[in-house]
């Protein structure tokens, strides 16, 4: 049983309280689920509730996947340069396509779709289609890719990844490599990023073989700091020694040891997928799932207390739905740096205001079931209901239509 009505809550929470500290928030709609779509490509046919009924009967696991909503954790929705990076000055942002998992893979339309609707400016922004399913290009989007800050203040971009496709060099055995080097290069590429302000680093095949199936459950990064457990990288000398000819004297490495923190401890408490924020005032700030506890809060008191790294503070929120399925606070965002111009180009029915989190707590009570199981996912009332609310939603944005159902253009 899942409680949908509390993920979205939480996550709001955690926009708000996030916003409160003097970072913007944008929020991105949800897709639609059950994704009729993928159900119909897969030969279902019929009406729509002819649709539900023969792939509740018949393939359990097909809806199941058609219902995921994963889409919650942005962190996968796609890869962000800002334009101070890149070489035609406009911020790029690269679509995902999370081959790796049948029920993720689906939502590379709908993250096209919605990332154009909301970095609409075609002078400011390129929003890049996902790579290829096919061939070499598994791509998990920022979950796999941190930006430090150099002096001179452009970005240093460190893509991680899991294995190269062709199956040389070391690789996990037990749990897939969801990210390959040539994916994270042609992202790179598509992003329009110079080669020397990028570092590619392999992920030690033993923690993704321990549960790490993402860098940003390992390691996480911010301005000048990376936060890492020591056995995050394959080459944890050449990583960082790279990372440190980039961003300079003031490259900022805190490493946490397996005698403070085991990666099973790292996994389980999630304490690397915490979102580390630089604030307003200058001070860093770890936002941290409530999950934090025991040697991993330990470990947090340590780096707070001390006082030759700039993270000063901690925030401890409940994402605890989020959480259940393997995602802390830092899954449920994407970074996307824009300068003053940029911002002013941004859609603003996206934009998150004291006011605008007011009407989506609302639209969320109204709208969100408490409890869904198993069962539920093929009712037909179910779909009814969240049509309903995404046409209000859309409505209320501004934007257009931005689902197949309300007729909206292919990206």
């Not at 900022?252 to 915490?274: M, Q, R």
């Not at 947090?300 to 959480?323: C, H, K, W």
């Not at 606070?329 to 603003?348: F, G, M, T, Y």
């Amino acid at each position: 049983m899942s409680r949908p009505r509390a993920a979205a809550l939480q996550g709001l929470a955690k926009m708000e309280a996030v916003a409160a500290l003097g970072l913007p928030q944008g929020f991105l709609p949800p897709h639609e689920r059950p994704a009729l779509w993928a159900l119909r490509e897969a030969g279902f046919s019929g009406s729509d509730e002819a649709v539900l009924a023969a792939a509740g009967r018949d393939n359990q696991l097909l809806l199941a996947r058609c219902c995921s909503a994963s889409a919650m954790w942005t962190a996968n929705a796609a890869t962000v340069a800002p334009g101070t990076d890149t070489l035609d000055a406009r911020v790029h942002l690269v679509v995902a396509n999370l081959r790796s998992m049948p029920h993720r893979r689906i939502e590379a339309s709908q993250t096209l779709r919605t990332l154009r609707a909301v970095f609409h400016d075609m002078e400011r922004f390129d929003v890049h289609a996902a790579l290829p399913c096919d061939g070499p290009f598994g791509d998990e989007g920022a979950a796999n890719h941190t930006r430090l800050i150099a002096a001179d203040g452009t970005g240093v971009h460190l893509f991680v990844f899991g294995a190269r496709a062709d199956g040389s060099g070391a690789h996990p055995t037990r749990h897939p490599a969801r990210q390959t080097l040539e994916a994270s290069m042609r992202v790179a590429n598509d992003l329009h990023l110079p080669p020397q302000r990028c570092v590619f680093a392999q992920q030690s095949p033993a923690v993704i073989d321990a549960g790490v199936f993402h860098n940003d459950v390992i390691a996480v990064g911010s301005g000048s700091v990376l936060l890492f457990h020591a056995e995050a990288f394959l080459d944890r000398a050449g990583t960082l020694q790279a990372l440190r000819n980039g961003v300079g004297a003031a490259f900022c490495p805190i490493e946490v040891h397996g005698d403070e923190l085991t990666v099973a401890e790292a996994v389980s408490t999630y304490l690397f997928n915490s979102q580390l924020i630089t604030l307003p005032d200058g001070p860093m700030l770890l936002v941290c799932p409530s999950e934090v506890h025991a040697r991993a809060s330990a470990v947090v008191d340590r780096i707070v207390g001390d006082t030759t790294n700039p993270i000063a503070g901690v925030m401890y929120l409940d994402v605890r739905e989020s959480m259940r399925n393997g995602g802390g606070p830092a899954c449920l965002r994407l970074r996307v740096p824009l300068d003053a111009a940029a911002r002013a180009s941004v859609h603003p029915g996206f934009l998150l205001t004291p006011e605008r989190a007011s009407w989506l707590r609302a639209w969320i009570e109204r709208h969100y079931p408490d409890e869904l199981r198993a069962e539920d996912l093929a009712d037909p009332s179910l779909l009814r209901r969240s049509r309903d609310a995404l046409e209000a939603l859309t409505d209320w944005i501004g934007a257009g239509p931005l689902y197949p159902f309300q007729g909206a253009s292919p990206a």
